[in-house]
């Protein structure tokens, strides 16, 4: 019986050995983030009349997908191009080379044109977000440093800035609906082209329509530039970017204004 008892019980380890291996997630070559690089996330939001498909160079190496305007990469988030996720590129310090290229029309990897080029100085063991607005020789850039700390259970927490190149200051708005507008509550006030805000907590769970219009418009439906309802922008202990881009006075897309969203954490 001692006898049986052992096989038996070896019998049970190994096939329990053998269950387990069958759920290892086999995820390809990973490499760990270390403290002498940095986080850069880029949001592209350059709106030309053929939303060109583009891809984005660091330091003359093809780092993304073929994108379109308003999407931030990696990850992207809600009103946007690309996935929601909070995903960002791991990169190393010092001076940093971004690049907004044209694949050729047969994308064979190479450039057919360069729409944009710049430089940043990046800091090891900090998080970034690169912001792309605007077009041609009028393309702009703002480099945002974040913060990935959490708010604490039951909120969420934003920043805001405003993309919109002939929208020279804009105000931030959430209320119930789109076209109710009475119980619109100011979230951010005067915030001018290219800035973004201080950090704004909410309360999360809730189902808001957020609302652009320009710095000290009256509150009607007339003067909103954009608007966006999404439960998902209100989600538990999230960290957000809202941004507003695209050009008052254009209807049709993908010119035309927008506020979107992407998750920093």
């Not at 082209?193 to 009607?220: H, V």
């Amino acid at each position: 019986m001692k006898i049986f008892s052992n096989l038996f019980a070896s019998l049970f380890i190994a096939m329990a050995l053998a269950g387990c291996t069958k759920n290892v997630l086999d995820y390809g070559e990973t490499e760990k983030l270390t403290g002498d690089q940095a986080l850069l996330k880029v949001n592209y939001a350059s709106y030309y009349y053929n939303n060109r498909a583009i891809a984005i160079k660091i330091n003359d190496k093809r780092v993304s997908s073929v994108i379109t305007a308003r999407t931030p990469f990696p990850g992207g988030g809600y009103n946007t191009g690309g996935s929601s996720t909070a995903d960002f590129l791991a990169v190393s310090p010092g001076n940093l080379k971004l690049s907004i290229i044209l694949p050729k029309k047969k994308d064979d990897g190479t450039d057919s044109v360069v729409l944009y080029s710049t430089t940043f100085q990046i800091e090891a063991g900090k998080n970034y977000v690169a912001h792309i607005t605007d077009t041609a020789a009028n393309t702009k850039n703002v480099l945002t440093q974040e913060s990935f700390i959490r708010p604490d259970t039951a909120y969420c927490k934003y920043r805001f800035i405003n993309l919109m190149p002939n929208v020279p200051s804009v105000d931030l708005y959430y209320g119930t609906s789109a076209t109710d507008n009475a119980k619109d509550s100011l979230i951010a006030g005067n915030v001018n082209y290219l800035n973004i805000t201080n950090e704004i907590t909410l309360r999360s769970a809730q189902s808001k329509t957020w609302k652009i219009r320009p710095a000290g418009a009256a509150i009607t439906s007339a003067t909103v530039l954009a608007n966006y309802t999404s439960a998902s922008t209100f989600l538990n202990k999230r960290v957000y970017t809202i941004f507003a881009s695209g050009y008052s006075g254009i209807t049709t897309a993908p010119r035309r204004p927008y506020v979107s969203f992407f998750l920093i954490r």
